[in-house]
């Protein structure tokens, strides 16, 4: 559809994650969450074939790690599934694919990616560790259910490494595809 979905993190007003939208017909705008002393650092927000809008919120402390958390607003009112009890704020990215599955991944000291596709999130289904600094870059989603997963990592060298990591042969296969030295 054409219409314009939004969630935002309001870090003055102490951690409130609103949604917006137009899909009314005009602009309207509801706090999702309000996280009260702790910050929302990031959202990822994603819509399902039916319409249901799912917003993936971290809440964190000044420690920089916290609790990650999926809504939903295909009830009545906005409802959550925790996920994960400690997540890095800053690398979040919720994707459906065509057979309404959400497609979760994070950093987690190490990237993670989940799914509900069984009706309940799922153990974790990936999980790259070891590198220094792991960064999320993009999940696509195929039809199929084959992921694709662009991370960036940095060593004590301060290079930047680029990995490519995808199931699409079946199991996880994790490659690294650039290096850039600073």
Do not use: C
Request: glycine share 10%.
């Amino acid at each position: 559809s054409d219409n314009i979905h939004i969630a935002s993190n309001d870090f003055i007003q102490g951690g409130i994650v609103n949604y917006t939208s137009n899909a009314g017909g005009t602009w309207s705008s509801e706090t999702v969450h309000n996280v009260g002393n702790r910050y929302s650092e990031d959202t990822s927000i994603a819509i399902d074939s039916a319409g249901n809008v799912y917003i993936a919120i971290v809440e964190t402390s000044s420690g920089g790690t916290g609790p990650l958390y999926v809504y939903d607003n295909s009830g009545s009112s906005w409802s959550t599934d925790f996920i994960a009890a400690s997540s890095d704020g800053e690398n979040i990215e919720l994707v459906i694919d065509s057979n309404d599955v959400k497609h979760l991944y994070y950093n987690d000291g190490g990237i993670v990616l989940k799914n509900d596709a069984s009706g309940s999130w799922s153990s974790d289904l990936y999980t790259l560790t070891g590198n220094t600094a792991n960064q999320l870059g993009d999940m696509v989603v195929e039809s199929d259910g084959t992921v694709h997963i662009v991370s960036k990592y940095t060593t004590s060298g301060n290079s930047a490494n680029f990995q490519y990591a995808t199931n699409k042969s079946g199991s996880w296969v994790n490659n690294e595809i650039a290096s850039i030295s600073s």
